[in-house]
């Protein structure tokens, strides 16, 4: 079925080879033979690169991840295209960037239909699709089912591992972990292997939920250290118990007997951030430990393709969406981030963050730099985070200031009656360019204006790549309708 195109995308007559596979291999084409074995996609949730073992990070805590690194055709660092899990996810299911698709935060979450998802994108290759996935955003309610003749929740992943072990011909399965995100869990078991790694405190909770980290997303309040040594630990329970759950799925694969027929590709939808930019969590900003996730492609035994970035370079994610439609023998649309296979695409990856505190943010990763864009679309809301605390947690029993709900909406209406990356007219956006290193925050800032003023050049070309004009949100979502928000957590 035909998808139909938005502004935001390209006309509907350049959709149309995306939806057609190649020639290739039936004499009216040259090049590589379309992959027909299995398609495997696992995600992991709030995943960092920085404590993967293959990584640099601490050895013996992600075995099974390290393992599969040290086995893939390739496997280095991956940038997400948004900070949190609603953007980022829906870039990894249609491979477009989060102005593009819309899904750009809790609030306005939901796939449009109109959007080609990768399991529609992989059906006229004749692909069946089914989908294992847990937490809150990868689910029907928000628009995940499209394209996927089975979508169920994970749960223990029983029902996972077992249409692994029975995989074969083309069929695509993904499947998302719900881990390393919170709630953080003790899991016993895990103990001793992060126990080895040192600094594991002897006294810790059974379980840490969201509310109690959602107090210190303000970069205002204090965390006490031995707090934030507590969450720190508990995140490094939760990575190992991931760890292990995607060990699970490895060996069902490996039993199937499609090991060696399977196109594999495991990565993370964002990382996380704990006390690095002086914030817990997702969605505050888009430093290093937010947006640089773990990325392992295994290609088929005896495939004619070859990975085409150097190991050491940085991948935009949202590629995996074309590397796996190309790999099938289908013709990728023009918009949507090139395939790895891709020779000749430019160094540099671009994630986005909207609707902050009167802000939004872009960044462009190029090397071992990053420019950081802010964009201001309104003053700062002193009792911001007070609001956002109550809306996400629960209602104080006394109301402590403004409602929260007339606060935010007018922060929404600022929003939306900006342009998202170039502001107000009479506002210039702020630029910060960092230097990423091996320091415990992962980047320091640098100052060179020339450097900077090149990365933003191409930060904002790449912005504005595949779009006729830059309107304001509201204007936006009046070009192309999306359906209403979906609750937020």
């Known amino acids: 079925m035909l998808k139909r195109a938005s502004r935001l995308l390209v006309p509907f007559a350049l959709l149309l080879p995306a939806l057609l596979p190649t020639l290739a291999g039936c004499g009216a084409a040259a090049g590589p033979q379309p992959h027909r074995g299995p398609i495997v996609l696992v995600t992991l949730d709030a995943l960092r690169a920085d404590v993967v073992g293959a990584l640099g990070g601490a050895p013996g805590l992600t075995p099974h991840l390290d393992g599969l690194m040290a086995e893939a055709d390739w496997a280095g660092r991956g940038i997400a295209p948004a900070g949190s899990a609603a953007p980022a996810l829906a870039s990894l299911l249609t491979g477009l960037r989060p102005w593009q698709h819309q899904a750009l935060h809790p609030g306005q979450a939901v796939l449009a239909p109109e959007l080609l998802t990768l399991p529609e994108a992989l059906a006229p290759a004749g692909y069946t699709a089914a ?34 072990t029975q995989l074969e011909g083309p069929r695509f399965v993904w499947i998302h972990l719900p881990e390393p995100e919170t709630p953080y869990i003790r899991r016993e078991r895990m103990r001793d292997r992060v126990a080895r790694l040192g600094g594991l405190p002897r006294a810790l909770p059974a379980r840490i939920e969201r509310a109690q980290l959602e107090p210190y997303f303000d970069p205002a309040r204090p965390l006490p250290p031995a707090k934030l040594r507590r969450f720190r630990a508990m995140y490094r329970l939760n990575v190992a118990w991931a760890d292990e759950r995607l060990g699970r799925l490895l060996a069902a694969l490996r039993a199937s007997g499609q090991w060696d027929r399977t196109l594999l590709v495991v990565s993370a939808n964002h990382g996380t951030e704990l006390g690095e930019y002086g914030q817990i969590l997702q969605g505050g900003s888009l430093g290093r430990r937010l947006i640089e996730v773990p990325l392992a492609v295994k290609l088929p035994r005896g495939s004619e393709r070859r990975i085409a970035p150097p190991r050491a370079e940085r991948v935009a994610t949202a590629r995996i969406w074309a590397t796996l439609v190309e790999a099938a023998g289908v013709v990728p649309p023009p918009a949507v981030a090139p395939s790895l296979f891709r020779q000749g695409v430019p160094a540099g990856a671009l994630s986005e963050l909207y609707l902050g505190n009167g802000t939004n943010q872009f960044s462009w990763v190029e090397g071992d730099d990053q420019l950081l864009w802010e964009s201001r679309f309104a003053p700062a809301e002193p009792e911001y985070h007070r609001a956002r605390l109550e809306l996400v947690v629960a209602p104080p029993r006394v109301p402590s200031g403004e409602p929260p709900a007339r606060l935010m909406g007018r922060l929404a209406a600022a929003f939306a009656a900006a342009p998202p990356l170039t502001g107000p007219r009479a506002a210039r956006p702020r630029l910060v360019l960092e230097r990423w290193d091996a320091s415990p925050r992962g980047s320091q800032p640098v ?22 004009t830059e309107l304001p949100p509201g204007r936006e979502l009046a070009e192309r309708p999306v359906p209403p928000p979906a609750p937020k957590p």
Do not use: C, H, V
Not at 135 to 141: C, I, L
Not at 447 to 468: D, G, H
């Open 131 to 164: 989908a294992f996935t847990g937490g809150y955003w990868a689910t029907a309610r928000f628009g995940y089912a499209q394209g996927f003749t089975q979508l169920e929740s994970l749960r223990q992943g029983k029902a996972a591992i077992d249409a692994l």
């Open 447 to 468: 100052r060179e204006p020339a450097r900077a003023a090149m990365l933003a050049r191409r930060l904002a070309a790449a912005w504005n790549a595949f779009l006729p």
